[in-house]
């Protein structure tokens, strides 16, 4: 079971939008619609951005955005803040009651 | 406000057993659709899901780390536990509780949220 692939590292400058992907295989992503987004600051612990691939919870701006297609989920940030500069998870149930994640992202805002 | 706080020794000595405890505050812990689940991120890397647990006892592991791990509740004291024996400096490590839904509820599922603070095990002698 290895985890999902995701860039080491994006960047982007204030303003603009960057796009973060999380490849799966056809028995985690590909098959469920349920990939969920973590941002974690540094020393913090992760927060929920993104569940059931598209849906934000309450208190997420609206410039988080996720979709998917085949065995790739992605995160869409819009209209980047330096606050938005962290590092990203993806996960994925797997099957079998299992769940995995992916390597993580780290976003640099110019 | 639903909060999570991990505590247990922050270092373990290796072939021992590594023990911690995530207590809940501010909802249930028999809370129904919902699973308690532990994760763990080693210094600099990603996340790793081990394991979650619904208050029935009911149990799911991560299959590589299955042969070394028990979770368990008491829903007395709002409380879950993590038990994973046989460590060595590889299982050194952020270790998060969170909430977990682990089944489908009105089309929402597999998400963790909220997490705790996190707390660092080391394994050394």
């Known amino acids: 079971q290895s985890a999902l692939t995701q860039p080491r590292s994006v960047s982007g400058s204030p303003g603009q939008s960057v796009t973060i992907s999380c490849t799966g295989t056809?028995?985690?992503?590909?098959?469920?619609?349920?990939a969920s987004w973590y941002q974690q600051h540094p020393g913090k612990a992760p927060k929920l951005i993104i569940y059931?691939?598209?849906k934000r919870p309450s208190g997420v701006p609206d410039r988080f955005s996720g979709s998917k297609s085949g065995n790739t989920a992605s995160l869409t940030i819009s209209g980047l803040q330096a606050e938005d500069e962290a590092d990203y998870y993806c996960?994925?149930?797997?099957?079998?009651?299992?769940?995995?994640f992916g390597g993580g992202t780290k976003l640099t805002v110019l | 406000q639903l909060q999570l706080q991990e505590s247990g020794p922050g270092l373990v000595k290796p072939s021992e057993t590594l023990s911690l405890t995530c207590t809940v505050s501010?909802?249930?812990?028999?809370?129904?659709?919902?699973?308690w689940g532990w994760i763990r991120q080693p210094p600099g890397k990603g996340l790793e899901w081990i394991g979650s647990?619904?208050?029935?006892?009911?149990?799911y592991y991560n299959p590589s780390l299955k042969s070394r791990v028990t979770i368990s509740v008491d829903t007395s004291k709002n409380q879950f536990s993590l038990k994973l024996s046989s460590v060595t400096a590889a299982d050194t490590a952020v270790y998060y509780c969170?909430?977990?839904?682990?089944?489908?509820?009105?089309?929402?599922?597999?998400?963790?949220?909220?997490w705790g603070q996190g707390t660092l095990v080391t394994v050394s002698s």
């Open positions: 969170a909430r977990h839904r682990a089944h489908c509820s009105a089309g929402s599922c597999y998400w963790f949220d909220p």
């Open positions: 056809s028995s985690d992503v590909g098959a469920y619609n349920h």
């Open positions: 996960s994925s149930y797997a099957g079998s009651y299992t769940w995995m």
């Open positions: 501010g909802g249930s812990i028999s809370s129904s659709n919902f699973h």
């Open positions: 059931d691939v598209i």
């Open positions: 647990i619904y208050y029935s006892g009911s149990t």
